[in-house]
């Protein structure tokens, strides 16, 4: 693990010093083994497992032989709610069932550490000077992005004190906005590019990183 630098701007985009990444959270190896277990956790956690089907013995009626056994020329039946019939049962329909599973905590852990390693080496992170919006304005927060350059999906990590700037930034189309204590792997890998609050940062860093919900 080494530390890792990167530029510290303000908000016209001008480079104003660096700013020193924890190698503990942005400088390790990624393991793509433990992002692919994380991933599949938290996507698996999201599916609701509300599918639900009657087998024969659940759908309402067919509690008498519909016809004589023999004699009539047709097929042998038990049951009007037969899967062979209309308005039956279904064979081997789904059934409502918990999709979640767990992870170990330390490769929960490792995959938080290689998202934000991976990103960190990718270039797509992006630290802000602190800065106050009294009072909140959009139209501030995208000329920020617009200064730095900044294009496509991009997550906001600001520090509970910045509600303005949260307010501010939250109302640009594909721009999400968390706190450090809300970030998690896979939202660390579906955006673009992530944009630290100085603030936010510290905080992150100086936690030693969330993974709770990693």
């Known amino acids: 693990m080494t530390d890792v630098k990167t530029a510290l701007k303000d908000n ?9 990444l924890s190698g503990d959270l942005f400088g390790v190896v990624p393991n793509t083994n433990a992002l692919h277990l994380v991933v599949r956790m938290q996507r698996a956690e ?15 009626g067919g509690g008498c032989k519909p016809w004589r056994q023999k004699g009539t020329g047709r097929a042998r039946a038990g049951s009007i709610r037969s899967p062979l ?50 009072p909140p304005s959009t139209r501030a927060c995208v000329e920020i992005l617009d200064d730095l350059k900044l294009k496509g999906h991009i997550m906001v990590v ?13 109302n640009i189309p594909n721009v ?11 939202d660390i890998l579906r955006f673009d590019r992530l944009l630290f609050l100085k603030g936010a940062l510290d905080v992150l860093q100086g936690d030693g990183g969330n993974e709770v919900s990693a």
């Open 158 to 170: 600001v520090s509970e004190d910045d509600l303005n700037v949260e307010k501010s930034f939250r």
């Open 85 to 134: 019939w209309k308005g039956g049962g279904t064979t081997f329909g789904p059934s409502p069932r918990d999709y979640s599973f767990r992870v170990p905590r330390k490769v929960r852990r490792l995959a938080f550490q290689s998202a934000l390693s991976a990103a960190a080496s990718e270039e797509r992170i992006i630290v802000l000077e602190d800065f106050t919006l009294e």
């Open 176 to 186: 999400e906005t968390y706190l450090p204590s809300e970030l998690n792997t896979y």
């Open 46 to 60: 999201g599916r609701a497992g509300t599918a639900s089907t009657k087998t024969r013995g659940e759908v309402r």
């Open 12 to 20: 016209k985009g001008k480079k104003v010093g660096d700013v020193e």
